[in-house]
């Protein structure tokens, strides 16, 4: 079965670089969530799409920002990146038809040098 | 809001022996409940949720959790561990009702099962 894809895997940055985090949620799956994981830490509610419209917003900070598209891939753009944005993102994806349950990806790794 | 306690950061086990993993929320509406096992360098992947009726839940690989509303527990169980069950076990919890509502985890406990 198709799971929620997230590229790229891995990524280097210098600081204050941009970088963009891509997803491709589950087929028919209408909302896109992504999560913060930092070291050691648990993964951190970030920002969310249904229907293309942002459902909620966590601690995602003012440098970020992300959209979903059309056909329902979101992307995390990142800006001004600092040591402290190294991290791995989570993009998770649902449907209404499937009660509760988040679909995670592999994770994107970012490494801010 | 909801939030998750999980009372061990870590849990130290010889293989074959029971282990219980605890977790507490907090949250003044119905929620739905789950545990997600994250092996090392991997991503979320979820092992048991509650979302209504038997408060008695279990995984296909042996681990099961009951929810306890009057405790607001939904501690996690396994009868005899393997090494294969070492990992970090996030307990998450959700308002019920809406399928595009967030999850909030727990801090997380680092299984570690010793031969």
């Known amino acids: 079965a198709a799971g929620v894809i997230q590229s790229p895997r891995h990524l280097i940055k210098e600081k204050r670089e941009t970088a963009t985090l891509k997803c491709y949620p589950i087929?028919?799956?209408?909302?896109v969530y992504w999560y913060q994981q930092g070291p050691g830490q648990d993964p951190q509610f970030l920002i969310s799409?249904?229907?293309?419209?942002?459902?909620d917003k966590g601690s995602i900070p003012d440098r970020f920002s992300a959209q979903q598209f059309s056909d329902y891939h979101s992307e995390l753009n990142m800006s001004s990146l600092e040591l402290g944005d190294s991290a791995l993102y989570f993009c998770?994806?649902?449907?209404?038809?499937?009660?509760?349950?988040?679909?995670f990806g592999e994770g994107s790794r970012l490494t801010v040098l | 809001a909801q939030s998750v306690t999980q009372l061990d950061s870590q849990v130290p086990v010889f293989e074959e022996a029971p282990v219980e993993l605890r977790c507490n929320y907090s949250?003044?509406?119905?929620?739905?409940l789950f545990w997600y096992v994250q092996y090392p360098n991997q991503g979320l992947q979820l092992l048991l949720k509650?979302?209504?009726?038997?408060?008695l839940v279990e995984s296909i690989n042996g681990f099961e959790a009951e929810f306890n509303k009057s405790q607001t527990s939904f501690h996690l169980r396994k009868p005899s561990v393997h090494i294969s069950d070492t990992a970090e076990y996030f307990c998450?919890?959700?308002?019920?009702?809406?399928?595009?509502?967030?999850?909030?985890f727990g801090k997380g406990t680092l299984l570690t099962v010793n031969p």
């Open positions: 799409f249904y229907e293309k419209m942002q459902s």
């Open positions: 949250s003044s509406v119905s929620v739905y």
């Open positions: 509650y979302l209504s009726g038997s408060t």
């Open positions: 998770a994806s649902s449907s209404r038809t499937i009660t509760g349950e988040l679909f």
């Open positions: 998450a919890v959700k308002k019920s009702g809406g399928s595009n509502y967030k999850l909030t």
């Open positions: 087929p028919r799956h209408d909302t």
